[in-house]
């Protein structure tokens, strides 16, 4: 039989983030095939760091104490009021929840948020918006971007072989609090903690070069496409914060990042069977 050499296989310790959120964490059942995916993956010696949002479930609290939102270009206008319930959904219920289910499959889970051990360091989005060709400051309220990660409590977590499992939220140097959104704030840790591999989990098989045409995905692509792909128009609504996401942790260090499909939880576990799966990102 001819000699096949072996993909390079990832060795055990290695540090995989991922990103886990939005509508691909909906679903009780599919939420527990998930996260047992992940600690799976720990078990087998990974060093395993969750990052989530959840749009869904800010959506849902902030209905239940009807507080309206503005929207502006796509994102929520932040009312301290706001920010209150935006806290209350993503520490207080998604983070939770989490914990529970990952306690519960015989594994240490330690939820926070960017504030805790000032892991993330936050600064005041400052948004443009452009109208009839004009572009004005508009003030999102606390809505955030973040600035410098501290990886230090992350890693002395992982030491102690706890799972962190971290929220988007976290505070300037003057206390005040904000939402950033979750795939930056995950590319942002992926890069300050050189991810082996930083995984997106998303609701589709990776990016498409036409979303409509699951066919169309896009196996590998080299970052420096990524610009050329925006021009064309094939990157599009929530698309474009993953992919700057995957582009920001690659510059800052993470060996490789990937977009996967997290309503099909088997995508997880062969892609540690070195099998092409999603779309790879790398530098
Ligand atoms: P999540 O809840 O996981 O954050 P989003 O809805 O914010 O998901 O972003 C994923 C969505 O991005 C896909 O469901 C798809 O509709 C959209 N999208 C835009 N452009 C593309 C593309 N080129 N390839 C794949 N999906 C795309
Ligand atoms: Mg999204």
Do not use: W
């Amino acid at each position: 039989m001819a000699y096949k050499p072996k993909k390079k296989m990832m060795t055990k310790k290695h540090l995989i983030l991922f990103k886990y959120g939005g509508n691909a964490m909906t679903n009780q059942l599919l939420k527990k095939q998930v996260v047992k995916s992940m600690c799976d993956l720990k078990e087998k010696g990974y060093q395993v760091v969750i990052v989530h949002g959840g749009g869904p479930f800010i959506k849902q609290t902030l209905e239940e104490v009807n507080i309206e939102s503005e929207f502006i270009d796509g994102q929520r206008k932040t009312t301290p009021k706001a920010m209150e319930y935006v806290e209350m959904a993503l520490k207080g219920k998604v983070n939770g929840s989490l914990i529970s289910i990952i306690n519960a499959m015989g594994h240490k889970a330690v939820g926070l948020s960017g504030k805790d051990g000032q892991t993330v360091t936050a600064k005041k989005r400052l948004h443009k918006h452009t109208k009839n060709e004009k572009t004005e400051m508009v003030d999102l309220g606390q809505v955030g971007d973040a600035e410098s990660v501290d990886t230090s409590l992350i890693k002395l977590l992982l030491k102690n072989d706890f799972i962190p499992v971290i929220t988007c939220i976290a505070s300037d140097k003057k206390g005040n609090d904000y939402n950033i959104n979750g795939d930056l704030f995950a590319g942002h840790i992926a890069g300050a903690l050189s991810a082996e591999q930083y995984i997106i989990l998303t609701d589709v098989d990776g990016l498409m070069l036409d979303k409509d045409n699951p066919a169309s995905i896009i196996n590998e692509l080299k970052v420096a496409k990524i610009n050329y792909l925006k021009e064309i128009n094939c990157i599009q609504g929530g698309m474009i914060p993953k992919i700057d996401s995957c582009e920001i942790a690659l510059k800052k260090g993470a060996k490789l990042a990937r977009i996967i499909n997290g309503t099909v939880p088997e995508q997880i576990v062969s892609l540690f069977e070195n099998k092409e799966v999603g779309t790879a990102i790398s530098v």
